[in-house]
Each structure stands twice: as C-alpha cells, then as structure tokens.
C-alpha cells in the first residue's frame, strides 16, 4: 500500500487560516530557491499548487492547523501538504473545461495540471495531498 | 537573488493583501495577491462599481492569482454577462496569464 514520502526535507506548520497563506508560499518559494533542488516546472507553479493545497486544506478543516512539507527524491520533488483535521477534501468539482464559468471547483484542476502526478492519503484522521513535481535534469 | 524571492522575504510574515484604487474613469488599478485570504473582499468591492457601463481594471500590479481570485473574477464578469458591457482585465503578468489559460477563462475574460 502506497505511503507518505518518508523523508522530508522542508517542514513548517501554520494556523488553519488563510492569513497564512502567504507566508507559506514565501516560505516555500524561498527554501526552493535558496535549496540546490532543480524541479523542471517553473517555481510559481509549485507555489500556485501550493496555494491550492493549502486552501483545500483550510476549507476541510478550518481554525485547524495544516502542515507543509517538502520531500526530495532522486528525480522528483513532492509538496505534501496536510491537514490535522479529521475531514476529507471535498470532492465536488463544478469546474470542467467544457464549464469554465463555474463557480468553483478549479483548485485541485490547478494542481493536476501544473504537476506531475498527485496522490492523496488519508492517515489517522488527517488528509495529506501530494504534488510530485519533476526534477530538472542535470545539464 | 531575484525580485520575488527579495519581496517574499520582506513580506514572508504578512498575511496577503489587495487595494483596489480608482485610476480613471471606470477604470480601477489593482495591486497585491488574490488569493482565499483576499478574493471575497475584492470581489466585493469590484461587484460595487456596477455593471451599467465597461468596466476595467489594471492587473499589472497583481503578482498571484490562485483559483480563490479566478472564483471572485468570475463571480464579477457574470454579473456583466446580462449586460452589453465588459469587464476588462488589463496588464495581467505571465504568471497570472498562465492561471487564466489553465483554466480556460483567457477564452472568456476580457483580456487586454
């Protein structure tokens, strides 16, 4: 059975509201960009998938606090994000591109599109999504 | 060290804003991220200027824009759509294009 990335090498915590969001998007983008990690999809998509996350993470489990990780692999780096709550994420997705005028459901389309692959695990209580991105190679 | 990662770390402990400021005549500047934390509140006061005529609003000042931001742009140009009028969306950077083209509203929006 497929498990969390074991190692990771980012790892920060944040309050359950959206007034964090930005701090983890810096956060992140500065780790990326100070870190001698290459991942071959521009780095404001890995803070765009990021942001949706973290919003999906809010909005299963607001006032909860969410964690962010990030773990390196040989060929891939994955944003983990994590939500302490015991709610799932919502499935509903209004958003399809034969609808693009949906109210909502764009979020998790984002990060599919952006990424390269996406799982998601749900481990006592807590819902974690994984955005793998691929690393550059080497030149 | 780049230009983002210089303003990430000045703002890194900030909640995200946006200001919305009258620049011209039906014509609005925008400047800060759109994102959850600020969506509702612009969406708000965009909604406010009414759709009884065009409407523009300068994006060249927005660094992000994340689905929350669409959602609120969105909610606003329906309310333009049983109208003869627009909504424009001016200036958007790539970054902020490249979240219109995912989702397929730069077919939709108003785009200059």
Same mark, same amino acid.
């Given at each position: 059975?497929?498990?969390?990335?074991?190692? *990771?090498?980012?790892?920060?915590?944040? /309050?359950?509201?959206?007034?964090?969001?930005?701090?983890?998007?810096?956060?992140?983008?500065?780790?990326?960009?100070?870190?001698?990690?290459?991942?071959?999809?521009?780095?404001?998509?890995?803070?765009?998938?990021?942001?949706?996350?973290?919003?999906?993470?809010? /909005?299963?489990?607001?006032?909860?606090?969410?964690?962010?990780?990030?773990?390196?692999?040989?060929?891939?780096?994955?944003?983990?994000? *994590?939500?302490?709550?015991?709610?799932?994420?919502? /499935?509903?997705?209004?958003?399809?591109? /034969?609808?693009?005028?949906?109210?909502?459901?764009?979020?998790?389309?984002?990060?599919?599109?952006?990424?390269?692959?996406?799982?998601?695990?749900?481990?006592?209580?807590?819902?974690?999504?994984?955005?793998?991105?691929?690393?550059?190679?080497?030149? | 060290?780049?230009?983002?990662?210089?303003?990430?770390?000045?703002?890194?402990?900030?909640? !995200? %804003?946006?200001?919305?400021?009258?620049?011209?005549? %039906?014509?609005?500047?925008?400047?800060?991220?759109?994102?959850?934390?600020?969506?509702?509140?612009?969406?708000? %006061?965009?909604?406010?200027?009414?759709?009884?005529?065009?409407?523009?609003?300068?994006? !060249?000042?927005?660094?992000?824009?994340?689905?929350?931001?669409?959602?609120?742009?969105?909610?606003?140009?329906?309310?333009?759509?049983?109208?003869?009028?627009?909504?424009?969306?001016?200036?958007?950077?790539?970054?902020?294009?490249?979240?219109?083209?995912?989702?397929?509203?730069?077919?939709?929006?108003?785009?200059?």
């Amino acid at each position: 059975m497929a498990s969390l990335p074991p190692s *990771t090498r980012f790892d920060a915590t944040y /309050e359950g509201d959206t007034s964090t969001m930005n701090p983890a998007r810096c956060d992140v983008r500065s780790w990326i960009g100070a870190s001698n990690v290459a991942v071959s999809a521009p780095i404001d998509d890995v803070v765009l998938a990021l942001s949706e996350l973290i919003s999906n993470a809010i /909005e299963a489990a607001p006032g909860c606090i969410y964690r962010v990780r990030i773990s390196v692999e040989a060929d891939r780096l994955g944003l983990i994000v *994590t939500n302490d709550g015991t709610s799932v994420l919502p /499935e509903s997705s209004q958003w399809t591109p /034969e609808n693009v005028l949906a109210s909502s459901g764009r979020g998790l389309a984002i990060v599919a599109a952006v990424s390269d692959s996406v799982e998601t695990f749900t481990e006592g209580g807590a819902t974690s999504v994984v955005a793998w991105f691929l690393q550059a190679a080497p030149e | 060290m780049d230009q983002k990662r210089l303003r990430c770390r000045a703002m890194t402990d900030r909640a !995200s %804003r946006i200001t919305l400021e009258i620049t011209g005549e %039906r014509t609005l500047g925008a400047v800060g991220v759109l994102d959850s934390h600020t969506a509702d509140e612009f969406e708000a %006061r965009l909604a406010s200027f009414g759709t009884e005529q065009d409407l523009l609003v300068d994006f !060249s000042e927005v660094s992000f824009v994340d689905s929350s931001g669409l959602r609120a742009l969105v909610t606003v140009h329906k309310l333009f759509e049983p109208t003869t009028n627009h909504l424009t969306v001016r200036g958007a950077n790539r970054a902020v294009m490249r979240v219109f083209e995912l989702t397929g509203l730069v077919e939709h929006f108003h785009l200059a």
